[in-house]
């Protein structure tokens, strides 16, 4: 098979930052503060801390509005390319040949009312939609890294259309070579987890990991790697869990709440770990808005403070004071008595003088329970 190259003309940088999920600032070699383009519109959590060693690509024509491209993130020793619409491309050429030998492949086709990846003519015409997945952490692949209507929507067309006389098939193709497991992602999109599973006896289902050298040459690793879907299902269903919230205070808050010793907060960066034994989806939405009873130490909190962001995390197990702990011991200190009178914690709001998400040891203990602790 010939070798597939993603791109030719790779050179070292790091991240400075991403304001918009098409554009990062990335400084070269030479201490050059380049605009580059992001061909990954995902999320990305786990790579967007400031430093991060990528790979870029100088654009050869000057009419682009950007410098150059990320190509590439280096990623816990491994390459991990950023080009998500490649996964077509590796699909067509490196994956759909061995999955399907001696049969046609046509590109982008219309059936019903939407589109799909790739038609395979024959008796019984496949129909294959291809879904690019880089998240991967502790050896388990995850798609998507954020909530996409339109996949959940393609997917319950597929199933529909195996009742017509199709054989339809989703294929994920990971960016990772680390990746040994996959499953839809519990955490980020409940409602793909359902669909995924109720189609599952109409529409098969694949997972390809794919390794890229330095160089850009790309190669599969492994074409059939195992994919879960019961598990993803349940908890999406469930509905149960808990959730961390990054918090900034701009201006010194004074919470209400006299079992504080410290009632009030400096600037600053917070994390509140809180749980929710149903109805978590719910409880996050109630923490994202500003009008509200404040029933809780945290409802004082989320009306004075920006809420920056919101880690849900699906899960049958009793993790919300493991994940706390976790949490405090990296952090700057602790707000005592907030948030645990339910429990035997001293805190569960956690004071940060610098952005926790750019900081690699907490995005590595939420990672570490979207995708090991949570199967407990
Ligand atoms: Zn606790």
Request: glycine share 6%.
């Amino acid at each position: 098979m010939e070798p597939y190259q993603l791109f030719t003309r790779p050179e070292p940088a790091v991240l400075v930052s991403r304001p918009n999920r098409f554009v990062m600032y990335v400084k070269d070699s030479s201490g050059t503060i380049l605009k580059a383009h992001c061909p990954n519109p995902g999320k990305l959590t786990e790579f967007l801390i400031p430093g991060q060693p990528l790979l870029i690509e100088r654009h050869e024509s000057a009419e682009r509005r950007t410098d150059c491209t990320a190509v590439a993130v280096l990623y816990r020793g491994k390459v991990i390319y950023l080009y998500s619409a490649q996964a077509n491309h590796i699909a067509r050429n490196l994956v759909i040949p061995e999955l399907h030998p001696g049969k046609t492949i046509i590109g982008e086709q219309q059936v019903g009312s939407s589109r799909f990846d790739f038609l395979l003519p024959g008796d019984r015409p496949i129909l294959i939609e291809v879904k690019s997945c880089s998240l991967v952490e502790h050896r388990l692949g995850m798609f998507p890294d954020t909530a996409t209507a339109r996949g959940s929507r393609h997917v319950t067309e597929l199933g529909e259309l195996a009742l017509t006389g199709y054989q339809p098939e989703v294929l994920f193709i990971i960016s990772h070579e680390d990746a040994e497991a996959f499953m839809p992602n519990p955490h980020t999109d409940p409602l793909f987890c359902t669909t995924l599973h109720r189609v599952k006896p109409q529409v098969q289902l694949h997972a390809a990991s794919a390794a890229a050298s330095p160089e850009g040459f790309v190669r599969i690793v492994n074409r059939d790697i195992p994919i879960e879907t019961e598990l993803p299902a349940r908890l999406a269903e469930a509905n149960c869990g808990f959730y961390l919230l990054i918090l900034q205070v701009t201006k010194p808050v004074k919470i209400p709440v006299s079992r504080i010793d410290s009632p009030q907060l400096n600037p600053g960066w917070y994390i509140y770990a809180g749980s929710a034994k149903q109805h978590l989806e719910q409880r996050v939405q109630r923490h994202l808005r500003k009008r509200k009873v404040r029933h809780w130490h945290i409802d004082h909190l989320t009306q004075e403070a920006e809420v920056l962001k919101v880690f849900p995390v699906r899960t049958f197990a009793d993790l919300e004071c493991s994940v706390s702990k976790d949490i405090a011991s990296i952090s700057d200190g602790s707000i005592p008595g907030f948030g645990c009178s339910d429990c035997s914690c001293g805190s569960h709001l956690h004071y940060f003088y610098d952005n926790p998400l750019h900081n690699r040891a907490v995005v590595d203990v939420i990672f570490a329970y979207r995708h090991l602790h949570f199967q407990r």
